[in-house]
T-cell receptor
């Protein structure tokens, strides 16, 4: 399929290990953050979100951590599976618009 | 089954030609968005609309135009003024309040 991004930062993990994808955001006034997963040739798919009044939120196999002091967001994926291979984007909400990071490509080694 | 649909999946444009990308949603969401995605980059906002008959320019609006005559539809026209239109175009919609945007599966535009 088409490549979403040719020169993205890449994270390679062993199947079954935990993955941690990091993101630095720019606006200290951002009140809402989202992680998206994008597979080749498809649109971004919502994974998990977090509001600025929280520092951690858990979903099914995923956890998002927010550190407002250093403007850092991370996505943790537990027991990474082959189907987790994709490009992952963080996005921050600024005045009802989303500002996206560059993305990180996650590859799974068997 | 509710969702957001973009068409066509692939589109080719000749030099000097305008082309229109379709985006339709049946989620009854107020806000709709158009993004451009180039390899190695994140999504960049072209235009957005918070309500019918109103829209605002995003970060890279030059060479593009939109309309929002109906709540469910937000077509994007790539005009001949856009000199580098080859990209993956994504449409999204969002419900009221602090909510995530939901994306279509994109249209890939290429130049003949």
């Amino acid at each position: 399929g088409e490549s979403v991004g040719l020169h993205l930062p890449t994270l390679s993990v062993q199947e079954g290990d935990n993955s941690i994808i990091n993101c630095a955001y720019s606006n200290s006034a951002s009140d809402y953050f989202i992680w998206y997963k994008q597979e080749s040739g498809k649109g971004p798919q919502f994974i998990i979100d977090i509001r600025s009044n929280m520092d951690k939120r858990q979903g099914q196999r995923v956890t998002v951590l927010l550190n407002k002091t250093v403007k850092h967001l991370s996505l943790q994926i537990a027991a990474t599976q082959p189907g987790d291979s994709a490009v992952y984007f963080c996005a921050e909400n600024e005045a009802q618009k989303l500002v996206f990071g560059q993305g990180t490509r996650l590859t799974i080694n068997p | 089954d509710g969702g957001i649909t973009q068409s066509p999946k692939y589109l080719f444009r000749k030099e000097g030609q305008n082309v229109t990308l379709s985006c339709e949603q049946n989620l009854n969401h107020d806000a709709m968005y158009w993004y451009r995605q180039d390899p190695g980059q994140g999504l960049r906002l072209i235009y957005y609309s918070q309500i019918v008959n109103d829209f605002q320019k995003g970060d890279i609006a030059e060479g593009y135009s939109v309309s929002r005559e109906k709540k469910e539809s937000f077509p994007l026209t790539v005009t001949s003024a856009q000199k580098n239109p080859t990209a993956f175009y994504l449409c999204a919609c969002r419900d009221r309040g602090i909510q995530p945007q939901h994306f279509g599966d994109g249209t890939r535009l290429s130049i003949l």
